[in-house]
């Protein structure tokens, strides 16, 4: 069997009057910029898409580093296993600068050879980021404190409420006045770190049963926006705890629900999903280090999505395509992902015949007691 490389090349040789097999000519038409990379990081061949990508000949890319191409040598991520980096800083051939996921996956029958596809980020702002990156501007950050220390004080107000309400005799009643005094309890615990978005320091993580916090926060949902939407559950049951902080956790899965429900007019469908994912990594600093990121949190609807011209901008605060919105929830959400390590992506996705919004987190795991 020829090495892929020598097939990329008769590819670009054959005569105009041949057919290529079909995957060979798929790889050569890929607007996904691809690179063949042996085990050393020696660049071995390229699509079209890459040489458009670097500015460079085929002739000239194969031979370099990666490192030199892209300016990560992909340091420390073991040759025979799939991974996932994503919003890396990439420094190109001739000073240029982008931010791009990266992604690859090994050649089982060339040990240590892989295939490495470059996916620019679409726009200023990516849709996933890696943690740490808080992606808010500093006007941004000040109106957000101002509206939280205003928020707080009609809160106090409910929480006396939900009190007096909570000495009455019906343990229905007392259960809801519960409900309510701890989500209020919750909020403003959020909103004291909503004070100042630009505030870095760590949330303190410990292991949380993420279907612990999913079933609380459809409790909520349902008790309010979410009454009457159809909500799905699919789990894996056999997850292991993820590392995380409760609240935020709570507080990102009722954005993102009441984002669906608002998507679908309460009148579509929702589905949260939860898997295990082996082999998902994101690099960290430089590109010498790996988190890995194994457990995904969907959030599902069949809404129509984003505006083209929006989806790029999903994240940002106050960016919504919603007549009425304000942009502060999907804001919060990348926030408080990214500050418990993990990553969120936004994504149109056909399931079930027709095309879905899914919001995607990419979770730590817990370290094994």
């Given at each position: 069997?020829?090495?892929?490389?020598?097939?990329?090349?008769?590819?670009?040789?054959?005569?105009?009057?041949?057919r290529?097999?079909?995957?060979?000519?798929?790889?050569?038409a890929?607007?996904?910029?691809?690179?063949?990379?042996?085990?050393a990081?020696?660049?071995?061949?390229?699509?079209?898409?890459?040489?458009?990508?670097?500015?460079?000949?085929?002739?000239?890319?194969?031979?370099?580093?990666?490192?030199?191409?892209?300016?990560?040598?992909?340091?420390?991520?073991?040759?025979?296993?799939?991974?996932?980096?994503?919003?890396?800083?990439l420094?190109?051939?001739?000073?240029?600068?982008?931010?791009?996921?990266?992604m690859?996956g090994?050649l089982?029958?060339?040990?240590?050879?892989?295939?490495?596809?470059?996916?620019?980020?679409?726009?200023?702002?990516?849709?996933a980021?890696?943690?740490?990156?808080?992606?808010?501007?500093?006007?941004?950050?000040?109106?957000?404190?101002?509206?939280?220390?205003?928020i707080?004080?009609?809160?106090?107000?409910?929480?006396?409420?939900?009190?007096?309400?909570?000495?009455?005799?019906?343990?229905?009643?007392?259960?809801?006045?519960?409900l309510?005094?701890?989500?209020?309890?919750?909020?403003?615990a959020?909103l004291?770190?909503?004070?100042?978005?630009?505030?870095?320091?760590?949330?303190?993580?410990?292991?949380?049963?993420?279907?612990?916090v999913l079933?609380?926060?459809?409790?909520?949902?349902r008790?309010?926006?979410?009454?009457d939407?159809?909500?799905?559950?699919?789990?894996?049951?056999?997850l292991p705890?993820v590392?995380g902080h409760?609240?935020?956790?709570?507080?990102?899965?009722?954005n993102?629900?009441?984002?669906?429900?608002?998507?679908?007019?309460?009148?579509?469908?929702?589905?949260?999903?939860?898997?295990?994912?082996?082999?998902?990594?994101?690099?960290?600093?430089?590109?010498?280090?790996?988190?890995?990121?194994?457990?995904?949190l969907?959030?599902?609807?069949?809404?129509?999505?984003?505006?083209?011209?929006?989806?790029?901008?999903?994240?940002?605060?106050?960016?919504?395509?919603?007549?009425?919105?304000?942009?502060?929830?999907?804001?919060?959400?990348?926030?408080?992902?990214?500050?418990?390590?993990?990553?969120?992506?936004?994504?149109?996705?056909?399931?079930?015949?027709?095309?879905?919004t899914?919001?995607?987190?990419?979770?730590?795991?817990?370290?094994?007691?």
């Open positions: 069997m020829d090495a892929p490389g020598g097939r990329l090349t008769r590819l670009r040789a054959r005569p105009q009057e041949a290529p097999a079909p995957a060979e000519a798929l790889v050569a890929l607007p996904t910029p691809l690179l063949l990379l042996d085990g990081g020696t660049i071995l061949d390229g699509n079209a898409a890459a040489e458009a990508f670097l500015n460079l000949s085929r002739q000239v890319v194969i031979g370099m580093g990666v490192e030199e191409a892209i300016g990560h040598a992909l340091r420390g991520v073991p040759t025979d296993t799939p991974f996932v980096a994503y919003d890396l800083p420094a190109l051939p001739g000073g240029r600068r982008v931010r791009a996921d990266l690859a090994p089982p029958e060339w040990p240590g050879w892989r295939v490495l596809t470059i996916h620019p980020l679409p726009g200023a702002v990516p849709l980021r890696a943690a740490g990156q808080s992606g808010v501007a500093p006007g941004a950050a000040g109106v957000a404190a101002v509206l939280a220390h205003e707080k004080n009609p809160l106090s107000g409910i929480r006396g409420a939900a009190q007096l309400l909570e000495r009455d005799d019906d343990p229905d009643g007392a259960a809801l006045t519960r309510i005094r701890e989500e209020v309890d919750r909020v403003a959020l004291d770190r909503m004070e100042d978005l630009s505030d870095t320091r760590p949330l303190a993580l410990a292991p949380q049963n993420i279907h612990a079933d609380h926060a459809l409790t909520v949902a008790q309010g926006f979410a009454r939407a159809q909500i799905r559950e699919v789990y894996d049951p056999s705890p590392l409760r609240d935020s956790l709570v507080q990102v899965v009722i993102l629900l009441k984002n669906a429900v608002e998507a679908t007019d309460g009148r579509g469908t929702i589905m949260l999903t939860t898997a295990y994912r082996h082999g998902l990594h994101m690099l960290t600093g430089n590109g010498a280090g790996r988190r890995p990121l194994p457990i995904e969907c959030v599902v609807d069949d809404g129509p999505g984003a505006p083209p011209g929006v989806a790029a901008h999903l994240f940002d605060p106050f960016v919504s395509s919603k007549a009425a919105g304000k942009g502060l929830g999907l804001a919060v959400v990348h926030k408080l992902v990214a500050d418990m390590g993990g990553l969120i992506d936004y994504a149109r996705e056909p399931r079930d015949g027709r095309e879905h899914v919001f995607r987190l990419m979770l730590p795991r817990a370290a094994r007691s």
